[in-house]
C-alpha cells in the first residue's frame, strides 16, 4: 500500500467528531508563533516580556531543593490542596464570592475545561449555544463532541440577549451558552452589566448552563470591572479561567468554579484526559501567586497591552480607508474589523503574507462560516515599534483589494 493510499484508510477511519468541519483552525495560528520575519497581528499570545523566567527559575530551584514531593507526584484530579486554597481566595478577593470545596477544580488551561464540559454535558446533535463570532477552539470544542453550535449576534455591548431571548422563545433549546464576556475573544468588546443580569435570567427560566469564558478578565485598561456571571448567577454558571494569558500559557493552568454536580462530572471527565494538571506548575503558581507576583506582573501587563492597543487604534485611524471599521477594545488582545459586505478577508490574508503581515481572518470564528468580510488583530505581541508599520502594510492591502484609496 502506497503512503497516499494508507493516509486515505485513517482518513476513512477518523471518528466523525474530529472529521471535517473542526479543521486546521488553532493549529495553523500556533504554528505563527515563532515567526519572526513577518509583523504578525495574528495569534492571541502573551508578549514573552511578560514572563517571569528569573523568578520561575528561583522558585522551581526551591521547590525542588525543598524535598516536599508533592510538585513531582499525581495531583489529585480537582487538584493540589495549597494551589485550590490560592485559587479560592484570589477568586473571593478579585470576584467577592468564594467557591465552596466542591465548586473548585484545577483545569489544564481553558481549552481543557472546554472540553471537559462538553465531554460532561454534550451529546451528539444537542444544541450549544455562543457569541457570534467566538473563540475558534471553543467551536472546535463543542463540535468535537457532535454539538450543533448556533451564533447568536453580538454589537458594543456584547452578545444581543434580547436576540437570544427571541431564540429561546422561538423555541431553541441550547444545552449550554458560551460566552465571553470581558474583552471577548476575538470582537474586543465586553457585555454591558444590564445584558449579564437579563442572560443569567434566561438560563434560570430556561435551564441551560452558562459556561463563562474569563480568559482576558484581568487585563482591562481602564480599571471598570463589571459583574462576572458566574457572581451574578452561581447556581447556573461554570466559570473558566485561565493562567495562560496572565502568568504564561507554557504552564497550562485554569480553574473552573461553578455548582457542585456541574464540577464533579466535570472531574470525573477529567480522569481519562489528563487525569490531573501538572502539579509542578500548580505548585509554582501557588508560590508565584502567594508573594503577590501574579497580581505584580498583571499590573505591567496591563500597562503593555493598553499602550499597544492604544498605538494599534491610533495607526488604524491614520491608514485605514473609511469604508472599514473596527472595535475599541477597553481590555484584552484583540481588535475586530469590519470590511464592506462583498470584501473577502480570506483572500486578503495572503495578499498580506506577500507583504509580511499576518492576521486571523473572521470567518472561523463564526459556526456557519460567515463573516467572510470581518478579521481579528491581535495587539498583544506584536512590538511597540512595529505596529505602525504592520497597519501601514495591512491598510495597503485593504485598499488594494477594496479598490478605493484614502485614509479615514
Ligand atoms: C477566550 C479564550 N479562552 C480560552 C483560551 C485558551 O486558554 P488556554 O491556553 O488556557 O487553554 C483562549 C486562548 O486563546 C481564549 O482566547
Not at 513531582?72 to 467557591?99: D, I
Not at 457569541?131 to 472546535?140: D, K, R, V
Not at 468535537?144 to 449576534?153: H, L
Not at 472599514?324 to 470590511?339: A, K
Request: charged share 25%; glycine share 10%; hydrophobic share 40%.
Amino acid at each position: 500500500m502506497s503512503v497516499d493510499q494508507r493516509a486515505r484508510t485513517w482518513a476513512d477511519a477518523f471518528a466523525k467528531r474530529t472529521k471535517g468541519g473542526v479543521g486546521e483552525g488553532i493549529a495553523s495560528i500556533l504554528a505563527l508563533a515563532n515567526v519572526t520575519d513577518i509583523i504578525s497581528f495574528s495569534g492571541g499570545f502573551p508578549d514573552p516580556s511578560t514572563f517571569p523566567g528569573e523568578v520561575i527559575a528561583d522558585i522551581f530551584a526551591e521547590l525542588i531543593r525543598s524535598g516536599d514531593a508533592t510538585a513531582l507526584q499525581y495531583s489529585p484530579t480537582r487538584g493540589l490542596p495549597g494551589p485550590r486554597a490560592f485559587m479560592a481566595e484570589r477568586l473571593e478577593r478579585l470576584e467577592g464570592l468564594r467557591p465552596a470545596e466542591k465548586e473548585l477544580m484545577i483545569s489544564s488551561g481553558g481549552i481543557e475545561a472546554l472540553a471537559l464540559a462538553s465531554k460532561a454535558f454534550l451529546d451528539a446533535g444537542d444544541l450549544v449555544m455562543v457569541e457570534g463570532p467566538t473563540y475558534l477552539g471553543a467551536i472546535m470544542a463543542f463540535r468535537g463532541f457532535e454539538a450543533r453550535v448556533e451564533a447568536i449576534p453580538m454589537d458594543a455591548d456584547g452578545l444581543q440577549v434580547d436576540a437570544l431571548a427571541d431564540a429561546l422563545a422561538a423555541g431553541h433549546r441550547p444545552k449550554l451558552l458560551y460566552s465571553i464576556p470581558d474583552y471577548q475573544n476575538p470582537a474586543g468588546v465586553s457585555m454591558s452589566p444590564e445584558r449579564r443580569i437579563a442572560l443569567v435570567d434566561l438560563a434560570r427560566r430556561y435551564g441551560f448552563l452558562l459556561v463563562e469564558d474569563v480568559a482576558y478578565r484581568e487585563l482591562g485598561f481602564d480599571g471598570v470591572r463589571h459583574p462576572s456571571l458566574w457572581t451574578l448567577g452561581p447556581d447556573v454558571t461554570v466559570q473558566s479561567g485561565t493562567f495562560s494569558k496572565t502568568f504564561f500559557p507554557g504552564v497550562r493552568l485554569g480553574w473552573v468554579a461553578g455548582p457542585a454536580p456541574v464540577v464533579e462530572e466535570m472531574i470525573k471527565a477529567k480522569q481519562n484526559t489528563d487525569q490531573c494538571a501538572g502539579a509542578l506548575g500548580q505548585r509554582l503558581l501557588e508560590e508565584y501567586g502567594r508573594r503577590g507576583l501574579l497580581e505584580e506582573q498583571n499590573e505591567r501587563a496591563r500597562a503593555l497591552y493598553s499602550r499597544r492597543c492604544g498605538l494599534m487604534l491610533d495607526a488604524l485611524d491614520r491608514h485605514m480607508p473609511s469604508s472599514v471599521t473596527w472595535t475599541r477594545p477597553t481590555g484584552g488582545f484583540f481588535s475586530w474589523m469590519t470590511l464592506p459586505q462583498d470584501a473577502n478577508t480570506v483572500d486578503m490574508a495572503k495578499a498580506a503574507r506577500e507583504q509580511r503581515v499576518a492576521f486571523v481572518p473572521g470567518q472561523p470564528f463564526f459556526p456557519d462560516g460567515s463573516g467572510l468580510n470581518t478579521l481579528r488583530l491581535a495587539f498583544s505581541k506584536a512590538g511597540d515599534d512595529v505596529i505602525e508599520e504592520g497597519v501601514r502594510r495591512l491598510a495597503s492591502v485593504v485598499v488594494d483589494a477594496l479598490g478605493e484609496g484614502g485614509g479615514a
